[in-house]
C-alpha cells in the first residue's frame, strides 16, 4: 500500500527515486506504535524511524510533518473506495457503505476510535482529516446527485442530510460499536433500503 496515494503528502523535490518499500515500512510502523497505543501527541518520528529501519531524514524527505505521515497512514489503513458499477444508486451506496464496515478487532477498529479526541487536540490533524473525507464523501455525493438526475431519488434531496443519514450509522458502529445491541449484519444493505424509503424517487 502506498502512502503517496492518499494525497496528503507534499511534493516530492527531484532527485533520486522513492522506495515503494520504504514508504510501506514507514506507514506499517506508524499504524503499528498506534495500535500498540501510542497517541498521535506521543508519536515522534525517531520512533517511527527505529521501529521502520530508516533514518530520520528519510522520513522528512516524504512527509513535512507527522500529521501528514498520520494521515497518510489513516488513508492506507482505510483504503480506496471500491470501483462502482453505476447503474444503480441503490447498489453503488450499498457498496460505499459496506467498503466502511471493518471488524472491531481489525487495526482500523482499534486506531480509528483513539483517533477522535487526538483531532480535538491537533487542529491540523483535523483539518487534514476533514479535507480527505470530504474527497470520499464527493464521491457519494456523486452517486447522489446523479440519483436525483436519474428520477431514482426524489428531486428535492437535500445531499448532506442524506449523506449524514448514511454514513453516521456505519462510521459510529465501526469506530465506537455506539449501539451493541444492533446486528451489523447486512448492515450496510438495512441501511441504505430504510433510508431509501424516504427519498426514493419515482423511477426507483
Do not use: F
Amino acid at each position: 500500500m502506498n502512502a503517496v496515494s492518499a494525497g496528503t503528502s507534499a511534493a516530492r523535490p527531484p532527485g533520486r527515486p522513492r522506495s515503494a518499500h520504504a514508504d510501506e515500512a514507514i506507514i506499517e510502523a506508524v499504524l503499528n506504535l498506534l495500535v500498540e497505543g501510542s497517541t498521535v501527541e506521543a508519536l515522534s518520528m525517531e520512533a517511527v524511524a527505529t521501529r521502520a529501519g530508516v533514518g530520520k531524514a528519510t522520513i522528512y524527505r516524504r512527509w513535512p510533518n507527522k500529521e501528514a505521515l498520520v494521515m497518510d497512514a489513516i488513508a492506507a489503513l482505510k483504503g480506496a473506495y471500491p470501483e462502482l458499477a453505476g447503474e444503480s444508486v441503490h447498489d453503488d451506496l450499498i457498496a460505499l457503505l459496506a467498503s466502511m464496515q471493518k471488524p472491531h478487532n481489525s487495526r482500523a477498529g482499534q486506531i480509528m476510535p483513539c483517533l477522535a479526541p487526538e483531532m480535538r487536540r491537533n487542529p491540523e490533524l483535523y483539518h487534514r482529516y476533514i479535507d480527505w473525507m470530504e474527497q470520499r464523501r464527493e464521491v457519494m455525493r456523486d452517486v447522489l446527485r446523479r440519483g436525483v438526475a436519474t428520477g431514482e431519488l426524489i428531486p428535492d434531496l437535500d445531499v448532506e442530510l442524506t449523506l449524514a443519514l448514511l454514513t453516521g450509522p456505519m462510521t459510529l458502529q465501526a469506530t465506537l460499536n455506539w449501539h451493541p445491541r444492533l446486528n451489523t449484519e447486512g448492515l450496510a444493505t438495512r441501511v441504505v433500503d430504510t433510508v431509501l424509503i424516504g427519498i426514493r424517487g419515482p423511477k426507483a
